[in-house]
């Protein structure tokens, strides 16, 4: 158990504020039956639903890898240790890429083209992907990323909760 909140406590820290919020619910989305752990198969909805087609087997594969056992279940420590690993793996973008992909993720969510995200823009684009989720995990989002605080998101606050 000990060696449990070592391993919880120095992967936390190798995250920002915003970044472990992010990635809490990133990992509760792919965790669908809400049980704490993540299989292979419920990595494979995710991905299918994101029009990424994988087998089962690299699944499971993927699952192996990210989990510090080496079992078929990963837990939210096996997955923030998993995308630090991805991140350093990752040759930093050009800004010019950088700022594109930004803006065309951006574009993804303002349906309406006004230069905001709102809360039923965020629910349409998790809808859209297949992914029911709560209105209290759309608040969080809003809350975490709504700097100004006037109840949506704009580029800037879009831009500073991704790269922050």
Same mark, same amino acid.
């Given at each position: 158990?000990?060696?449990?909140?070592?391993?919880?406590?120095?992967?936390?820290?190798?995250?920002?504020?915003?970044?472990?919020?992010? *990635?809490?619910?990133?990992?509760?989305?792919?965790?669908?039956?809400?049980?704490?752990?993540?299989?292979?198969?419920? *990595?494979?909805?995710?991905? #299918?639903?994101?029009?990424?087609?994988?087998?089962?087997?690299?699944?499971?594969?993927?699952?192996?890898?990210?989990?510090?056992?080496?079992?078929?279940?990963?837990?939210?420590?096996?997955?923030?240790?998993?995308?630090?690993?991805?991140?350093?793996?990752?040759?930093?973008?050009?800004?010019?890429?950088?700022?594109?992909?930004?803006?065309?993720?951006?574009?993804?969510?303002? #349906?309406?083209?006004?230069?905001?995200?709102?809360?039923?823009?965020?629910?349409?684009?998790?809808?859209?992907?297949?992914?029911?989720?709560?209105?209290?995990?759309?608040?969080?989002?809003?809350?975490?990323?709504?700097?100004?605080?006037?109840?949506?998101? #704009?580029?800037?606050?879009?831009?500073?909760?991704?790269?922050?």
């Amino acid at each position: 158990m000990a060696r449990m909140c070592r391993r919880s406590s120095s992967i936390k820290k190798e995250f920002s504020e915003n970044e472990l919020e992010g *990635l809490k619910i990133a990992f509760e989305l792919l965790d669908r039956n809400q049980d704490g752990r993540v299989t292979p198969g419920e *990595l494979k909805i995710m991905l #299918n639903n994101l029009g990424i087609d994988l087998s089962l087997e690299k699944a499971e594969e993927i699952i192996r890898t990210a989990s510090h056992s080496g079992s078929d279940l990963i837990d939210q420590n096996d997955f923030l240790s998993f995308v630090k690993l991805i991140q350093q793996a990752c040759p930093g973008d050009g800004d010019e890429d950088l700022s594109s992909d930004l803006k065309a993720a951006f574009e993804v969510f303002d #349906n309406d083209r006004d230069g905001f995200i709102t809360k039923e823009e965020l629910k349409t684009a998790m809808e859209m992907i297949g992914e029911a989720v709560t209105d209290e995990q759309l608040d969080q989002v809003i809350r975490m990323a709504d700097i100004d605080k006037d109840g949506r998101i #704009n580029y800037e606050e879009f831009v500073k909760m991704l790269t922050s």
